[in-house]
């Protein structure tokens, strides 16, 4: 079945250390995304690729790194210079057509606690 | 940038009955897109608005998006306790390109038996 995996479910670190979050996709598409979702907020974007080896800052891409070597996944990496990493993370992937809106499909999402 | 505000935050209702969730833009939109979430998972896509005045239902669920452009409402129609969990809109903020979505703080809709 195609589908997007994020792994692990739950993830916890100390204060200080980077992690990375895993997400892969089987469904063949160009484009894939990483959010960040807080309790009672709606998601915010983090970063986006459209294309392998490239890649764009969202909204809140500040103490985050990405990159996408490969077209089947696109991996985040939370750095110590984030102030505030507890969230929940979702990555999603659409197909890229220039000027037509595809609908984004969502992982399960990765809840990073940092203790 | 364009925000979008989502009303009511949170929905109780009773099992059966019929309920709308809003989602208004402060820009024009040039897609909208409404989600369901079950707490602690990802999103599930639902139906997807692009035309002034365009509505789809799937099933009990109606989205309509206004002649404006500015504003979505998702209606269900007897409500079902399966039909409970968190609904998102999100918007394409950009014409063209990567869809940078924007979205919604999310209406949290529980069904009562």
């Known amino acids: 079945d195609g589908g997007i995996t994020q792994s692990p479910k739950y993830l916890f670190r100390k204060e200080g250390q980077n992690v990375t979050l895993s997400c892969e996709q089987n469904?063949?598409?160009?484009?894939m995304y990483w959010y960040r979702q807080d309790p009672g907020q709606g998601l915010r974007l983090i970063y986006y690729s459209q294309i392998v080896n490239d890649f764009q800052k969202g909204d809140i891409a500040e103490g985050y790194s990405v990159s996408r070597e490969k077209k089947e996944s696109f991996p985040l990496t939370v750095t110590s210079a984030q102030k505030n990493p507890t969230a929940f993370y979702l990555c999603a992937s659409s197909i890229f057509s220039g000027r037509a809106l595809n609908e984004q499909f969502f992982g399960p999402g990765t809840r990073l606690t940092v203790l | 940038s364009q925000e979008l505000e989502q009303s009511p935050q949170s929905l109780i209702v009773q099992e059966g009955k019929n309920l709308t969730i809003n989602c208004t833009s402060s820009k024009t939109l040039y897609g909208l897109y409404w989600y369901k979430q079950k707490y602690g998972e990802g999103l599930i896509f639902l139906m997807m608005?692009?035309?002034?005045?365009e509505e789809k239902s799937h099933e009990k669920i109606t989205a309509k998006l206004d002649e404006k452009k500015q504003q979505s409402s998702l209606h269900i129609t007897a409500s079902q306790p399966s039909h409970a969990g968190i609904y998102l809109c999100?918007?394409?903020?950009?014409?063209?390109?990567?869809?940078?979505?924007?979205f919604g703080q999310g209406t949290r809709l529980t069904i009562n038996p």
């Open positions: 469904l063949n598409h160009d484009a």
């Open positions: 608005l692009q035309k002034g005045g």
């Open positions: 999100g918007a394409d903020g950009v014409r063209g390109g990567a869809q940078k979505l924007v």
